[in-house]
């Protein structure tokens, strides 16, 4: 389901006087609902592109993209940027050796953490040198689909998530590594009872994480302490995807591609509390504590969705880009941060085939609250 759209051609122009010429703006957004509707967004195009996951850096107000470059180069970066105003914050940091598409950060230790699919391997990165300071994998499983990576900071560990089949399949287990951040080594290995694990969110007063089971269509709840799944509760929609943890409201909060809405769930017991239409391939999910808001990226419909966390009111359905990808907010100002991947070729397509022009590809867009 796609919500209507209304052009904000004034707030467009305002954030573009603000943003200056190096700026490119959206002048589109639309709301549905109670309250106003989100302003146009800032826009930056990023080279190389590819774009995957992003993260917030607390320390210095930068944002860390996950680029793996055009298909068949070896361009793979992680971008910085200026939280701002999206300005470069200093040299991309090279891992096209092993390119990086999930990223998780420990703002304490300034690492991050990035799922190296390709490879079946996470690599921990020193964001003030650069240097790649561990690389973490399952000896003799290089075929390990590595997704999420998810950071306990006060712990000092990192939990990835392995996308494997059906619940129960030894052949391809669905697994959360546990990453020790002190040695950048694996620590453990969890199997866990869904099917087609993808997202991850961390209850760390609990000692428990949330999974989605996207084959399964369910959240799994991990007790950290044993290893085991010790709930599944049906999401009641389509290939959920991804998952992000209210603490304080004690709320789950899943965006299931297939059926293109977001489900909100009780923390405590895995009741639905409410269903929200968002937009076609709903794949990434947000919260902004700070507001109260949840932020839902459709990547099919090109959208992302404010919901009001208060009453699940949608107030915005603001168009991001060609396919919004994945979510990152700041908890002091509030603001959201968008990745876009661009079109591409077809798999099939002839070597030598240009890769079409896409203005709203490959890149990062700023929401303001």
């Given amino acids: ?13 305002m954030l573009a006087l603000m943003a200056g010429p190096a700026l490119a703006q959206s002048a589109h957004a639309g709301h549905a609902g109670h309250g106003a509707p989100a302003a146009a967004p800032l826009k930056t195009k990023l080279d190389p592109g590819g774009l995957y996951e992003i993260v917030f850096n607390t320390a210095d107000n930068t944002v860390l993209v996950a ?8 361009r793979a ?22 390119p990086l598409y999930g990223l998780g950060f420990n703002s304490r230790t300034q690492t991050l953490y990035g799922t190296a699919t390709r490879s079946g391997s996470v690599d921990a990165v020193d964001v003030r040198t650069g240097r790649v300071i561990g690389h973490i994998a399952d000896a003799g499983n290089e075929s390990a689909h590595v ?18 089949g059906e619940p129960g399949d030894a052949s391809r287990p669905n697994q959360i590594w546990v990453i020790d951040g002190a040695t950048n080594t694996l620590e453990r290995k969890i199997d866990v009872q869904v ?43 389509e290939r959920p995807t991804n998952v992000a943890f209210d ?27 409410r269903k929200v239409p968002t937009g076609e391939g709903a794949l990434s999910v947000a919260y902004s504590a700070g507001n109260d808001r949840i932020y839902v990226a459709n990547r099919v419909a090109g959208t992302v969705t404010v919901v009001s966390g208060a009453d699940y009111s949608v107030l915005a359905n603001v168009e991001t880009g060609t396919f919004p990808q994945t979510i990152a907010v700041d908890p002091a100002s509030n603001r959201v941060y968008v990745t876009n991947k661009a079109r591409g070729l077809p798999r099939n397509a002839p070597a030598g085939t240009p890769v079409p022009e896409d203005a709203n590809g490959d890149t990062v867009v700023v929401i303001q609250p």
């Fill in 67 to 74: 680029a793996v470059g055009p298909r068949g180069e070896s």
């Fill in 1 to 13: 389901m796609t919500l209507p759209r209304t052009a904000v051609a004034a707030s467009a122009l």
């Fill in 247 to 273: 603490a304080r409201g004690g709320r789950l909060f899943v965006a299931s591609q297939g059926g293109g809405d977001l489900t909100v769930m009780n923390a405590a017991d895995g009741a639905v509390i």
């Fill in 77 to 98: 970066r992680i971008h910085r940027l200026n939280g701002a105003d999206l300005t470069p914050a200093g040299e991309p940091i090279d891992v096209a050796a092993n």
């Fill in 195 to 237: 099917g087609g694990l993808t997202g991850v969110a961390l209850d760390a007063a609990n000692n428990r994480l949330f999974v989605t089971g996207m084959g399964s269509h369910d959240v799994g709840v991990v007790d950290l302490a044993t290893g085991a799944t010790v709930s599944r509760w049906a999401v009641g929609s």
């Fill in 147 to 164: 997704r999420e990576a998810i950071v306990d900071e006060a712990a000092n560990k990192v939990y990835v998530s392995v996308v494997g």
